[in-house]
Nanobody, 127 residues
Framework: QVQLVESGGGLVQAGGSLRLSCAASGRTFSIYVMGWFRQAPGKEREFVAS????????RYADSVQGRFTISRDNANNTVYLQLNSLKPEDTAIYYC????????????????????WGQGTQVTVSS
């Protein structure tokens, strides 16, 4: 069982940056593929980014490619999402998710493929 706790959300102006963190419990963090999803009001939860257990393979949604960066620190059981050049349409609750997966693959894009979820952190981007 893995417990995930997100932090780092907040209110920022368009063009600004935020760094989200997700701390995981457990001693075998590297066996988990980690992902970030987001859900805006009235919309379905959508994939944002994922990272393999090794940290060497990352995947991004087209809408955030080049602006967001996912990374992980296996020694500290933490995954990060750096959000740059934020836009009002990035406003959403951001969720951290995890699942057991291949050490070198992070190719999981559907929320149903993840087993563990955090409680979410709100990101609001003002225009």
């Amino acid at each position: 069982q893995v417990q995930l706790v997100e932090s780092g959300g907040g209110l920022v102006q368009a063009g600004g940056s935020l760094r989200l963190s997700c701390a995981a419990s457990g001693r075998t963090f590297s066996i988990y593929v980690m992902g970030w999803f987001r859900q805006a009001p009235g919309k379905e939860r959508e994939f944002v980014a994922s990272v393999s257990g090794s940290g060497g393979t990352t995947r991004y949604a087209d809408s955030v490619q080049g602006r967001f960066t996912i990374s992980r620190d296996n020694a500290n059981n933490t995954v990060y999402l750096q959000l740059n050049s934020l836009k009002p349409e990035d406003t959403a609750i951001y969720y951290c998710a995890g699942r057991r997966g291949p050490y070198y693959s992070g190719a999981y894009y559907r929320s149903g493929e993840y087993d563990y979820w955090g409680q979410g952190t709100q990101v609001t981007v003002s225009s």
